[in-house]
């Protein structure tokens, strides 16, 4: 049960650190936030772990499109 103190805490924590984040988002302007996706999706693609997931994960969203489509996605 020692745990459980420590859990609270980074709950807390946690709580502390995202509420001023979705403040923030929800005052920016819609350019401003879709430049940070931006951004934020093309580090993330660089990781090769996640590469693969995404482009299986698109692959089952659309089984139509063609590979050079999904990546471009």
Request: proline share 8%.
């Given at each position: ?5 420590f859990k609270r ?5 946690e709580?502390a650190?995202t509420l001023?984040l979705?403040?923030?988002?929800r005052?920016?302007?819609?350019r401003?936030?879709s ?6 999706g093309?580090l993330v ?6 590469r693969h ?10 089984p139509e499109?063609?590979v050079?489509?999904?990546r471009?996605?």
């Amino acid at each position: 049960m020692t745990t459980r103190p420590f859990k609270r805490l980074r709950f807390r924590l946690e709580y502390a650190v995202t509420l001023p984040l979705f403040w923030g988002v929800r005052i920016m302007p819609r350019r401003a936030l879709s430049a940070i996706a931006y951004s934020l999706g093309s580090l993330v693609y660089m990781l090769p772990r996640n590469r693969h997931v995404m482009l299986a994960n698109l692959a089952v969203a659309f089984p139509e499109k063609p590979v050079a489509e999904r990546r471009r996605i």
